[in-house]
Structure formats: structure tokens, C-alpha cells
């Protein structure tokens, strides 16, 4: 099996800076697991990681889809899949990098989406559902169909609740038995208020570097605002203001307070992991032994 090395946590809590200093140490190659990395032009807000800041580490899954294209669970998963095998052939380690717990889940845990692609059909009977009956039917409609799922979905999240309905409609995810790969998980922890004060602070930069502009670059260029990708936290914010519906105040505190949501869900599935190695950012004993447990596991 293959060896791969995945740096995983709540976003603002450092992941990119100390993945190119590993993937420096030990001849890796970055993976994003991002799902919104992966749409070209959608840079800000996504705080991708700038060519001259990833230091010569080849970065793999970042500006490949349109951002009118959707991109499911089960396209980025195999996408992963391949790109480790790429990596591992050349003989550097894989190291995935990110914290959409959906694609994790699928790659640690052994889960197989499947398959299940865009039902047309299905998806229209579903997207009138909520545009007459609104979100809330929707969610009524998962927990009938998968109450697993629907009580882990964000459940404010339309498109999220869409696709769980679709790979509940058509029983797309079941648990794989066989693991291809032989993972060694950190999850990267800070303490909660100063994560919560860098979330704060990198919309905050996020907007001086011209979020807002970025937004309406990418609409005036054709993205339509109900695609998959105007509906990452930050782009949907922005479209409300341009569309009259909040203030601009109101605006920067929205976008803050989903970062820090997105957050706290993300370290509620890093605590239901089994197996996966703990981090504390601001200790450098914590983070010392990290590279002390690479070394071990890479020597066998």
C-alpha cells in the first residue's frame, strides 16, 4: 500500500506553512483536498496558496475545474487517488492537505461514493423542492432517506443537503473493504479563540486584498451565482451584498461567523477520527515530535 501522509485542520490554523516545510523535509508533494481550491479564479477567498509562496513544493488539485462546473465527491476522491499514485511512482511522499472532512472521509475511513454523478432529473425535482417548499423540506426529505447523514450535513447549506439526498436516492456511498493506502493523520490544533481571532483576521485581509472585487470579476466573466462554486463561505456573502439583501457590515460579519462554523465542524469530525495524531501549532515540542513520528513510520 501506499504511504501518504495527510496534514488535516480547521481552517486559519496553519496547514499550508507547515506542509511545505514537510513536504520540504521529506521529498513530498502537496495534495489540496480543498473543495474550493479546486475552481480557477477563485483565489481570495479560498486563500489559496501563491506560487511564490509554496517555495518549489509542487502543489496537485489546484485551479482544475471552471467554476461553472460542478465537481462531486466521488471526482475528487478518485482525482486524489490518482494523484498519490502519480507521487509515489516518482518517489516522493503524498501529502494531502486540507479539511473538507467529505473527501477525508472517503480516502481514511474507506468510504466509496460510488460513483453517483449528477441525476439531472432528480436534481431539478429537488431544486424545485426548495425553491417552492424551501431548505427546511429538503432536510426533512434526508432525514427520511439517510438519518446518518442528515444529522451530520450542514444543514444550511443547500447544495450540501442536494447532494447527500442524491447519494442517499441512489445508495452511492458504502463503506469500502479494501484500503489502498497506509495513512499516517495529523490534525493541526490551536486554542480556540486565537483560531477564532485568525479566521476573523484573514477575511479581514481576504477583503483588503479585493474579495469583493474578485466576486464580481467572476460574475461579470459568466459564473453564475447558483453554481457550486459561488457557494463557497465568502463568495455567497459577497453575491447577498451585491444583490442588496445585507449591508456591508452585515456582510464581513456573516462571512466570519460561517469561517468560524466551518470551523467548529471541521474539528467535530477531527474528534471522531480514530487514529489521528494531534498537533498544537504553537508548541514546537507538539510539532517537533510530528516529524519525529514521520521519520519512524516512513522507516517502517
Not at 508533494?29 to 481550491?37: L, N, R, T, Y
Not at 450542514?154 to 450540501?160: C, E, F, Q, T, Y
Not at 459577497?238 to 442588496?244: E, Q, R
Request: with cysteine; proline share 2%; hydrophobic share 35%.
Amino acid at each position: 500500500m501506499d504511504k501518504v501522509l495527510f496534514v488535516l485542520g480547521p481552517t486559519a490554523v496553519g496547514k499550508t506553512e507547515i506542509s511545505i516545510k514537510l513536504a520540504k523535509e521529506f521529498n513530498g508533494e502537496i495534495i489540496s483536498s480543498d473543495s474550493v481550491q479546486i475552481y480557477k479564479g477563485l483565489d481570495i477567498g479560498s486563500a489559496k496558496v501563491k506560487k511564490e509562496e509554496r517555495k518549489g513544493v509542487p502543489h496537485h488539485l489546484i485551479d482544475i475545474v471552471s467554476p461553472n462546473e460542478s465537481f462531486t465527491a466521488f471526482d475528487m476522491t478518485e482525482a486524489i487517488k490518482e494523484k498519490i499514485k502519480e507521487i509515489t511512482l516518482r518517489g516522493h511522499l503524498p501529502i494531502v492537505v486540507g479539511g473538507t472532512s467529505l473527501y477525508v472521509k472517503s480516502l481514511i475511513l474507506g468510504y466509496n461514493y460510488g460513483g453517483v454523478g449528477v441525476d439531472e432529473e432528480y436534481r431539478n425535482t429537488l431544486n424545485n423542492i426548495l425553491k417552492n417548499d424551501g431548505l427546511e423540506k429538503l432536510c426533512e426529505m434526508l432525514k427520511n432517506e439517510d438519518e446518518s447523514a442528515f444529522e451530520k450535513i450542514d444543514k444550511h447549506n443547500p447544495l450540501r443537503v442536494i447532494r447527500a439526498l442524491e447519494i442517499a436516492h441512489f445508495k452511492g456511498e458504502k463503506k469500502s473493504a479494501e484500503k489502498t493506502i497506509e495513512p499516517l493523520t495529523f490534525a493541526l490544533v490551536l486554542d480556540r479563540q486565537k483560531l477564532y481571532d485568525r479566521i476573523n483576521k484573514r477575511v479581514e485581509i481576504m477583503l483588503k486584498e479585493g474579495l469583493v472585487e474578485e466576486v464580481k470579476a467572476l460574475l461579470e466573466a459568466g459564473v453564475k451565482e447558483d453554481s457550486q462554486s459561488m457557494h463557497a463561505i465568502g463568495y455567497k456573502e459577497v453575491i447577498s451584498f451585491f444583490k442588496g439583501e445585507v449591508s456591508y457590515e452585515k456582510m464581513v460579519d456573516l462571512i466570519k461567523q460561517h469561517s468560524r462554523n466551518y470551523a467548529k465542524r471541521q474539528l467535530t469530525f477531527l474528534r471522531g477520527m480514530e487514529n489521528v495524531n494531534y498537533v498544537d501549532v504553537e508548541d514546537n515540542d507538539s510539532l517537533n515530535n510530528m516529524t519525529e513520528k514521520i521519520k519512524r513510520w516512513l522507516n517502517g
